[in-house]
């Protein structure tokens, strides 16, 4: 079993909408979870990271942290064109930061 | 955006042969990681480094060699290269200290180096 397993999708929502990304980790020991953006042939760039049990809202994203169900999840409310990318969730159990296979999102004008 | 350059940018090489890539920081970061990522695998973790001449095994470690010398350089040997390691590298590093309880682990990503193994 992969260490952060990811949906690879790809998942199309319509433009304006809510998405809902998501992400399950297998090491109980994870204290930092990270969701990173990547466009096709360019380097991932983070967009949120979380520590602690709840949400964490930055602008449109919100990212949900659940430790006891080993859970993480990233929305995106009015979803635009340029949200249109590759989305990888990362997980650092002690000194590594350990990467799933990652979700393609395709908005749809 | 934190100064990490890779070299080369690309390479083509031949089965058998020996390959290095090189990772450079200026940002002096503490921690500095070498991924690979291929179509449907996502990016796995090949070796990190927590200091100089400390480092460890990521998830795809086999047939790769980890050199850092300075806190600046990160270099990726392949030490007989195979078709099977043809796929983009990721060099990346970050700070991974402690700040007020939160660990700042962002990751500063190189541009990639596009490997061909023919």
């Known amino acids: ?109 | 955006d934190a100064g990490i350059t890779q070299s080369p940018r690309h390479k083509v090489t031949e089965t058998g042969t020996p390959v290095t890539l090189r990772c450079h920081q200026t940002e002096n970061h503490r921690y500095m990681y070498w991924y690979r990522q291929d179509p449907g695998h996502g990016l796995r973790l090949i070796h990190y480094s927590y200091g100089v001449k400390d480092t460890d095994k990521g998830e795809v470690s086999d047939g790769y060699s980890v050199s850092r010398s300075k806190t600046e350089d990160f270099l990726l040997t392949l030490e007989s290269a195979t078709s099977s390691q043809t796929s983009v590298y990721f060099c990346a590093s970050s700070w991974a200290e402690k700040v007020d309880l939160v660990a700042n682990e962002k990751l500063f990503f190189g541009s990639g180096t596009q490997l061909s193994v023919l």
Not at chain 1, 38 to 48: A, F, N, R, T, V
């Open chain 1, 1 to 109: 079993q992969k260490e952060v397993e990811q949906n690879s999708g790809p998942l199309s929502v319509p433009e304006g909408a809510i998405a809902s990304l998501n992400c399950t980790y297998s090491d109980r020991g994870s204290q930092s979870f990270f969701w990173y953006r990547q466009y096709s042939g360019k380097s991932p760039e983070l967009i949120m990271s979380i520590y602690s049990n709840g949400d964490k809202e930055d602008g449109r994203f919100t990212a949900q942290l659940n430790k006891a169900s080993q859970y993480v999840s990233l929305l995106i409310r009015d979803s635009q064109p340029s949200d249109s990318a590759t989305y990888l969730c990362a997980v650092s159990p002690a000194d590594k930061i350990i990467f799933g296979k990652g979700t393609r999102l395709h908005i749809l004008p």
